[in-house]
T-cell receptor
Framework: GENVEQHPSTLSVQEGDSAVIKCTYS??????FPWYKQELGKGPQLIID?????GEKKDQRIAVTLNKTAKHFSLHITETQPEDSAVYFC????????????FGSGTQLTVLP | GAVVSQHPSRVICKSGTSVKIECRSL??????MFWYRQFPKQSLMLMAT?????????EQGVEKDKFLINHASLTLSTLTVTSAHPEDSSFYIC???????????????FGPGTRLLVL
């Protein structure tokens, strides 16, 4: 089955700096990679996703890159703000299969004012 | 769009009682819903996959007689924790896969979670 590893487990950055979170996956068949943000006491919210037919996707301050050959993908947050502080989870699955997501272990991001 | 609700948001119950948690997709139909359990500072642990009109598929180690799942309609799945004990205290989260005409499913939308405390 799929295995997703996520690093780092905790990340502290100064407000305005960039944050990068990295994930690797094991199953080369996986082709859909979402990122979720979870605030304390709430459910995960989808913030961006990428499919294996593209290498990069950007949405305002958030971007995701995918390297299929190396089987890793990364989340980039620029110009971080205190409200970006949360736990971020990466995930991987095979699109169209209704297969469950395999989640990374999560990264606690703290943006210091 | 793509809103998933859960009810209740938090529940406190006595040991030995049963608790039902509802998961609803408010603005879309979901043929597949998932139930997760999350302990503090940990990732989401998949408990079971729920398909409308059929029996749920449970992950290894999850007792199907203790965690009863019913997916009676395309917008509602329920999780019943039977004979709850303090070790069942956790954060339970559901997610739903939108049903599409082309059968193309990928994005899971999560509910806000239910905090269960068993005394």
């Amino acid at each position: 089955g799929e295995n997703v590893e996520q690093h780092p487990s905790t990340l502290s950055v100064q407000e305005g700096d960039s944050a990068v979170i990295k994930c690797t996956y094991s199953d080369s068949a996986s082709n859909y990679f979402p990122w979720y943000k979870q605030e304390l006491g709430k459910g995960p919210q989808l913030i961006i996703d990428i499919r294996s037919n593209v290498g990069e996707k950007k949405d305002q301050r958030i971007a995701v890159t995918l390297n299929k050959t190396a089987k890793h993908f990364s989340l980039h947050i620029t110009e971080t703000q205190p409200e970006d502080s949360a736990v971020y989870f990466c995930a991987a699955t095979l699109s169209g299969s209704a297969r469950q997501l395999t989640f990374g272990s999560g990264t606690q991001l703290t943006v210091l004012p | 769009g793509a809103v998933v609700s859960q009810h209740p948001s938090r529940v406190i119950c006595k040991s030995g009682t049963s608790v039902k948690i509802e998961c609803r997709s408010l603005d879309f139909q979901a043929t597949t819903m998932f139930w997760y359990r999350q302990f503090p500072k940990q990732s989401l642990m998949l408990m079971a996959t729920s398909n409308e009109g059929s029996k749920a598929t449970y992950e290894q180690g999850v007792e199907k007689d203790k965690f009863l799942i019913n997916h009676a309609s395309l917008t509602l799945s329920t999780l019943t924790v039977t004979s709850a004990h303090p070790e069942d205290s956790s954060f339970y989260i559901c997610s739903a896969l939108p049903r599409t005409s082309g059968g193309f499913q990928e994005t899971q939308y999560f509910g806000p979670g239910t905090r269960l405390l068993v005394l």
